[in-house]
T-cell receptor
Framework: DAGVIQSPRHEVTEMGQEVTLRCKPI?????LFWYRQTMMRGLELLIY????????DSGMPEDRFSAKMPNASFSTLKIQPSEPRDSAVYFC??????????????FGPGTRLLVL | TQLLEQSPQFLSIQEGENLTVYCNSS?????LQWYRQEPGEGPVLLVT?????EVKKLKRLTFQFGDARKDSSLHITAAQTGDTGLYLC??????????FGTGTRLKVLA
C-alpha cells in the first residue's frame, strides 16, 4: 500500500489567497484526521471524519478553514482567505476506525504551507 | 486545556548512551501512544499502552505507562544515530481525540 498520500508537499502563497490541501487515506480506513503542526503549538487535531462524516471539528481555528470528505478515498482542507499565521505543516492521518484507542494512525508526509 | 508536557525538550547524546524521556499530565488517559517523527515526514507510531503500570519493549526501547495512567516514560538503551528524531507522546482522554505532547528532540552523535 502506498500509505496516506498528501498533495501538494509544499505550498507557498500570498496572504488572502485560497489554499486547498488534499489527502488520500489508506484504502479500507474509515477514520480520517487533519492535524496542524507548528513549533509554538505542536501537533493539533483540526477535524476528525468517520465514514466520511465530520465527527469533531472543534479544532478548526475559524471560519476561514473548511474540510470535506466527499468519498472514502479523498478529503480536502481549504483555507480561504489564507493568513501568515496559517503557515504550518498540515498532516492527514487515517486509521481503521474500529477502536481508536488501540489503533494505529498512519500519517501522511504532510503539506508544508507558507503564507507570505 | 489538557496538556501533555514532555521533558527534556532537547537532548543531545553520544552513541551508546542511555536516555529517558518523560511525558506528564494531570489528566487520566485511556491509552497513550509514542511516536517518532523524522524531518520532512509524518509521525510514525512506536507503541500503544493502555493499562496502568504496563511496560512494553521494542528492541532497545522500553515504554512504561504510569500506574495512574497520567504519565509515561520512554527509555532507550545504547542509543544509535538512527534513533535521532522528534519523539511525541499522545494521550487519549476520551474515545478518539489524541492530545499530543510538546515533543522531545533527540540527536544521537556518532
Amino acid at each position: 500500500d502506498a500509505g496516506v498520500i498528501q498533495s501538494p508537499r509544499h505550498e507557498v502563497t500570498e496572504m488572502g489567497q485560497e489554499v486547498t490541501l488534499r489527502c488520500k487515506p489508506i484504502s479500507g480506513h474509515n477514520s480520517l484526521f487533519w492535524y496542524r503542526q507548528t513549533m509554538m503549538r505542536g501537533l493539533e487535531l483540526l477535524i476528525y471524519f468517520n465514514n466520511n462524516v465530520p465527527i469533531d471539528d472543534s479544532g478548526m481555528p475559524e471560519d476561514r478553514f473548511s474540510a470535506k470528505m466527499p468519498n472514502a478515498s479523498f478529503s480536502t482542507l481549504k483555507i480561504q482567505p489564507s493568513e501568515p499565521r496559517d503557515s504550518a505543516v498540515y498532516f492527514c492521518a487515517s486509521s481503521l476506525g474500529l477502536r481508536l484507542s488501540l489503533e494505529t494512525q498512519y500519517f501522511g508526509p504532510g503539506t508544508r504551507l507558507l503564507v507570505l | 486545556t489538557q496538556l501533555l508536557e514532555q521533558s527534556p525538550q532537547f537532548l543531545s547524546i553520544q552513541e551508546g548512551e542511555n536516555l529517558t524521556v518523560y511525558c506528564n499530565s494531570s489528566s487520566v488517559f485511556s491509552s497513550l501512544q509514542w511516536y517518532r517523527q523524522e524531518p520532512g515526514e509524518g509521525p510514525v507510531l512506536l507503541v500503544t499502552v493502555v493499562t496502568g503500570g504496563e511496560v512494553k519493549k521494542l528492541k532497545r526501547l522500553t515504554f512504561q505507562f504510569g500506574d495512574a495512567r497520567k504519565d509515561s516514560s520512554l527509555h532507550i538503551t545504547a542509543a544509535q544515530t538512527g534513533d535521532t528524531g522528534l519523539y511525541l507522546c499522545a494521550g487519549l482522554p476520551g474515545t478518539y481525540k489524541y492530545i499530543f505532547g510538546t515533543g522531545t528532540r533527540l540527536k544521537v552523535l556518532a
